[in-house]
């Protein structure tokens, strides 16, 4: 079975605070995303891996970093976490294009919230 | 922009009923994706479509993908209450590397 772990369920952190949030795959999968879930907005991209040190931006990137400098982890960074980055934030992976499906697997999702 | 949109947004339908949802993209794209969530949980795979023409079928839920058209549907056979959630769809571009969904349609069946 395919595991994607997120650090936290819940997080509860305060404006301006530095925020690290953390996932791990065990199936050797290239790809990693991190998207954020909203009410209405549905998912949206923040940022992707397709290989270790490589990240792309997606849709919303701005006030998000990342980092992989393992395969099986990708980190998401808030620099300075503000009050309209509480949301769930979702990791997920994939395997690369050839290797077999595609579909992405995701973890169980990280409920942050900024005061 | 790729946009990936879903309806109805939200369904209400009684046990036994037939319904249909429906995901239009705008990309060209032969890999679409069915997901289910459940409430406070995350996102679970329920089928891939991997071609135009295919179909697949879990239980009372049945997924088909029509790439000339851009649509796939999702059709619920004879609802019943435990297929109460959310279900996406995402379409993946030729490029093979992204992943964009839908706003959801959050469904109720009701006894």
């Known amino acids: 079975d395919v595991k994607v772990t997120q650090s936290s369920r819940y997080l509860v952190k305060r404006t301006g605070e530095k925020v690290f949030l953390e996932c791990v795959q065990d199936m050797d999968h290239e790809n990693m995303f991190w998207y954020r879930q909203d009410p209405g907005l549905g998912l949206r991209l923040i940022y992707f891996s397709y290989d270790v040190k490589m990240k792309e931006k997606g849709d919303i990137p701005e006030g998000y970093s990342v980092s992989r400098e393992k395969k099986e982890r990708f980190s998401l960074i808030l620099e300075s976490a503000s009050t309209n980055q509480t949301s769930m934030y979702l990791c997920?992976?994939?395997?690369?294009?050839?290797?077999?499906?595609?579909?992405?697997?995701f973890g169980q999702g990280t409920r942050l919230t900024v005061v | 922009e790729l946009k990936v949109e879903q309806n109805p947004l939200f369904l209400s339908m009684q046990e036994g009923k037939n319904y249909t949802i429906y995901c239009n993209y705008s990309t060209t794209s032969d890999r679409l994706y069915w997901y289910r969530q459940d409430p406070g949980k995350s996102l679970e795979s329920l089928f891939v479509l991997l071609s135009n023409g295919a179909v697949k079928q879990e239980g009372r839920l049945m997924a088909s993908l029509d790439t000339k058209a851009r649509l796939s549907t999702l059709h619920i056979t004879a609802a019943v209450h435990d297929l109460s959630a959310t279900y996406f769809c995402?379409?993946?571009?030729?490029?093979?590397?992204?992943?964009?969904f839908g706003t959801g349609t959050s469904l109720t069946v009701i006894p």
């Open positions: 997920a992976s994939s395997i690369i294009e050839g290797r077999g499906p595609t579909e992405a697997f």
């Open positions: 995402a379409v993946d571009p030729n490029t093979g590397n992204q992943f964009y």
